[in-house]
């Protein structure tokens, strides 16, 4: 195939990114940027961020952008030693492909992956299948390849356009919660009946209980916050539902506790409930927003860090990327149902409509029933 550039391509673009700061995240700015799609080397795309979207996970990037790599994934425009102060976070969305000089992607086609909070994306796509390519830009070879996997999604067999929003909200969340509930099942749940979710109210803990109920015999406790007791009643996938301060009231009974918010105080009040009957404890987000590690001198199970990425490769391997694919869509496609009536699309578009949906994702101020999908396109 000949390379392919748009009409838009032969001029420049003007873009915007989405910048924070790394020390603060309340401060932010948006920083233009003026696109050459002529400069596109052989091989590269540009991409055209369409929508994508904003929960809880996105801020937990930012929270941990030099502890994980997180920043390293889209260094922003004009980066140098001052501006290293800044980084874009990254999100979960769509995108158009606007000009290309790759010899199998052709202009228009559609993809979905991994993005800043940007208008734009230059891509080297390397390894490339009907359904996904790799993104090969040498800034993201050491990062993990679950994020640089993009899917075509003309040859997604799940994807369909009514769901586009719910893909972008969750089925980046739902991977984890898939990936959680086979780490699960393959330790026998290390003997336990009961799992205990802390932020029951979150997308990825909502995955999760919805795919525990799978196992015959598996109790399903929901831990919440007061206000957001009733929306995770409401889930219908949780056996119990508890608010924090009613831990110290349940029956206690061998358990393993599948940690979301990532606070101290209620890690501390379920290790010290359950203690020796707490069997085993998978530290996986911190919605709650607290920079603290898996506490030390605990009783019950040591709390160990759960990072779905590496489990994506373990099982790609186990199962062959096929086998993981066949297994997440079949799972993906029977809780898709579950989504319409549980999560409202909020759509925000322009740059007041992001910044003010990144302020309230910040503050802990939306609702568990919300799903914001964005674009930086008025
Ligand atoms: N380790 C991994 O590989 C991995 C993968 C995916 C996600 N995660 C993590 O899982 C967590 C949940 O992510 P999500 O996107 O599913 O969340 P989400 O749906 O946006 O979760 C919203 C819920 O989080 C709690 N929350 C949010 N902001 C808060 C704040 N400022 N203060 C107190 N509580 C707040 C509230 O729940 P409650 O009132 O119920 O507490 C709220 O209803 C994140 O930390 C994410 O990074 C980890």
């Known amino acids: 195939m000949s390379q392919i550039l748009t009409a838009t391509a032969k001029s420049d673009l003007a873009g915007v990114q989405f910048q924070v700061q790394k020390a603060d995240l309340n401060k932010t700015r948006f920083v233009d940027a003026v696109l050459h799609a002529d400069d596109l080397q052989p091989d590269q795309i540009l991409v055209k961020i369409d929508s994508f979207a904003l929960t809880a996970n996105n801020i937990t990037y930012a929270q941990l952008g030099d502890v994980m790599s997180y920043w390293g994934f889209f260094p922003p425009n004009g980066q140098n030693g001052e501006d290293d102060a800044w980084g874009i976070i990254p999100v979960w969305g769509f995108a158009d492909v606007i000009a290309s000089r790759h010899p199998a992607i052709a202009v228009d086609e559609r993809i979905f992956g991994y993005f800043p909070m940007a208008t734009h994306l230059v891509m080297t ?22 994020y640089n996997s993009y899917l075509r999604i003309t040859a997604d067999p799940t994807f369909s356009e009514d769901f586009e929003a719910y ?38 803990a909502f995955g999760l209980a919805h795919l525990l109920h799978r196992h015959k015999g598996a109790t399903v406790v929901g831990l919440t916050s007061g206000s957001n007791r009733a929306f995770v009643e409401g889930l219908g996938c949780y056996d119990r539902v508890v608010t924090y301060d009613e831990i110290g009231q349940q029956p206690v009974e061998d358990a393993v506790y599948v940690d979301f918010a990532g606070s101290a105080e209620v890690r501390r009040a379920v290790h010290e409930h359950y ?4 069997k085993y404890s998978c530290a996986v987000g911190m919605s709650h927003r607290e920079m603290n590690p898996p ?3 605990l009783p019950g199970a040591k709390p ?25 869509n079949a799972a993906w496609t029977e809780f898709v149902p579950a989504l319409q009536g549980s999560i409202t699309v909020v759509r925000g578009t322009g740059r007041s409509a992001v910044e003010a949906a990144y302020r309230s994702m910040l503050a802990g101020s939306v609702k568990p029933d919300e799903g914001h999908v964005l674009s930086l396109w008025d």
Do not use: C
Request: hydrophobic share 40%; no cysteine.
């Open 125 to 146: 796509p390397g390894k490339l299948t009907d359904s996904n390519f790799i993104e090969a830009a040498p800034h993201r070879a050491k990062l993990p390849p679950a």
């Open 167 to 204: 893909q972008s909200l969750l089925r980046p969340l739902f991977i984890t919660s898939f990936l959680i509930d086979d780490f699960l099942s393959d330790e026998k749940f290390f003997g336990a009946q009961t799992v205990i979710l802390s932020s029951a109210s979150s997308k990825t």
């Open 275 to 278: 203690g020796d009957h707490l």
């Open 295 to 297: 506490g030390k001198g």
């Open 304 to 328: 160990i860090f759960f990072f779905a990425p590496d489990r994506m490769v373990k099982r790609s391997k186990d199962w062959g990327r096929g086998g993981m694919e066949t297994r997440l």
